[in-house]
Nanobody
Framework: QVQLVESGGGLVQPGGSLRLSCAAS????????MGWYRQAPGKQRELVAA???????NYADSVKGRFTISRDNAKNTVALQLNSLKPEDTAVYYC??????????????????WGQGTQVTVSS
């Protein structure tokens, strides 16, 4: 009922920057917390950064000071600015969102949604 479409991944050299974007669409009544997770080969998926609908943010210790999350509530989008990238940032990055959707004119559903992922590779 909600589609999350990511863009902006790619190959970048150490020290470089990327900007990831995620757009939510569907029968959205409201979006709650939105965030970015990542999963490197052989590792568990981990939270990178999250932002509430009110703008409060939370970051993994490994990315504090280098990554910045932002959202546009009017456009149902969330972005992640990745600066000072390191090889250990290499992973598939996934957009995530809590959403309340319309089931009918009088019914709503609350669920959590994932995007399809976008690859970020940091290598020289």
């Amino acid at each position: 009922q909600v589609q999350l479409v990511e863009s902006g991944g790619g190959l970048v050299q150490p020290g470089g920057s990327l900007r990831l974007s995620c757009a939510a669409s569907g029968r959205i009544f409201s979006l709650g917390a939105m965030g970015w997770y990542r999963q490197a080969p052989g590792k568990q998926r981990e939270l990178v950064a999250a932002v509430t609908s009110g703008g409060s943010t939370n970051y993994a210790d490994s990315v504090k000071g280098r990554f910045t999350i932002s959202r546009d509530n009017a456009k149902n989008t969330v972005a992640l600015q990745l600066n000072s990238l390191k090889p250990e940032d290499t992973a598939v990055y996934y957009c995530n969102a809590d959403a309340i959707t319309y089931v009918s004119s009088t019914r709503y559903s609350s669920d959590n949604y994932w995007g399809q992922g976008t690859q970020v590779t940091v290598s020289s």
